[in-house]
């Protein structure tokens, strides 16, 4: 979902299909889609290496690695900075800028004084003297400088949304990764772009409550609200999705309508995937009690079961959990992912 809308974000709308797809390595022989899973997949794979991040996600270095994990994992050609008069020139994975930039309306700062910037960026908001909710209102603050900085001479979007991802989940906020601010940013890309741009502007010289910086306090605190608003919806909108009521009557659904691998036992197959919803996770020895059968029709209703995708483990031998594979989303997550373009919730 994070890479989903993160690419969106990006104007590349990339099948959630097609990104189950690159996982097992599977690419399209279409050059277009092709690029796209190996986007999906580069994000996927920084994803996870930040997941395990224990350090400051606001360290130079570890938004340096952000960008280089994810363009060493493209291909060369996809390697290309594009300048603003269309100029595109190669790349150099996780290194800073060595030029001044233009994009849109958006002038950055000299690119000799990157370095320190962002060196007085990690010191601003590492402070000791943030409390824990003063550091939550400052996910929007960070996410704006990062982006305002540029670090990067292309993929600073990218970045800026890894590095927020990051520091959500350091912070305890994310519901184990539950619910994504890529997705709340993407439902609402034009108001997005219009408060990060509108942040951009000096501080006014005429308005004693506009802070004291170079850029203007006023403007920053309104992307904050913003982008605090954006969480709030997001979390929400989880909240009601996995409401257990509402998802045991949407697999029982899917099992009885949708899927015809199973539609013959459906009753008994859905038994299996409630238990697995409700509890984690079960021991195959279990499948006859919980279907109220012998333990051979267990046996077979699972391996039945397993085999349609719909639920998973790691061994033949292992307990057996909840599977997700992609043909299921829709009906287990209703507007998860747009079936077509962007509508807001």
Not at 63 to 71: D, Q, S, T, V
Not at 222 to 228: A, N, P
Not at 306 to 320: C, D, Q
Request: hydrophobic share 40%.
């Amino acid at each position: 979902m994070h890479c989903y809308y993160s690419n969106l974000i990006e104007g590349q709308q990339t099948r959630v299909r097609d990104i189950e797809a690159a996982l097992k390595q599977d690419f399209a022989a279409e050059p277009a889609k092709r690029d796209l899973q190996r986007l999906a997949l580069a994000h996927l794979e920084v994803q996870r290496w930040a997941a395990a991040l224990t350090g400051s996600p606001h360290n130079t270095e570890f938004i340096r690695e952000l960008h280089r994990r994810f363009y060493a994992a493209l291909p060369e050609e996809m390697r290309i900075a594009t300048t603003s008069a269309g100029t595109q020139t190669p790349l150099t994975p996780g290194e800073l800028r060595d030029r001044d930039v233009e994009v849109g309306s958006h002038i950055g700062p000299p690119h000799e004084l990157v370095p320190a910037m962002l060196g007085h960026f990690q010191c601003r908001y590492e402070s000791a003297d943030l409390s824990r909710l003063q550091r939550i209102i400052a996910i929007g603050a960070s996410h704006h400088r990062l982006a305002w900085i540029h670090p990067f001479r292309d993929g600073n979007g990218r970045v800026v949304r890894l590095f927020s991802d990051a520091v959500i989940r350091q912070l305890g906020i994310d519901g184990g990764g539950l619910w994504s601010l890529s997705r709340g940013l993407a439902r609402n890309r034009d108001e997005y772009y219009a408060r990060l741009a509108n942040a951009d502007q000096e501080r006014s010289t005429t308005s004693a409550d506009d802070g004291r910086g170079h850029l203007s306090e006023r403007a920053l605190w309104d992307f904050c609200e913003f982008t605090l608003r954006t969480m709030v919806d997001q979390i929400a909108f989880m909240e009601r999705l996995l409401d257990l009521d509402g998802m045991e009557q949407r697999i029982e659904h899917y099992v009885h309508v949708v899927e015809p691998a199973v539609a013959k036992d459906a009753d008994k197959v859905f038994l299996l995937l409630r238990e697995a919803l409700l509890r984690g996770q079960f021991a195959r020895g279990e499948a006859g009690r919980i279907v109220g059968a012998s333990e051979r029709t267990g046996r077979d209703l699972l391996a039945r079961a397993i085999a349609a995708g719909l639920l998973t483990s790691e061994s033949p031998k292992t307990p057996v959990s909840l599977a997700l594979p992609a043909k299921v989303l829709d009906s287990y997550f209703p507007q998860l992912f747009p079936l077509t373009s962007i509508t807001q919730n």
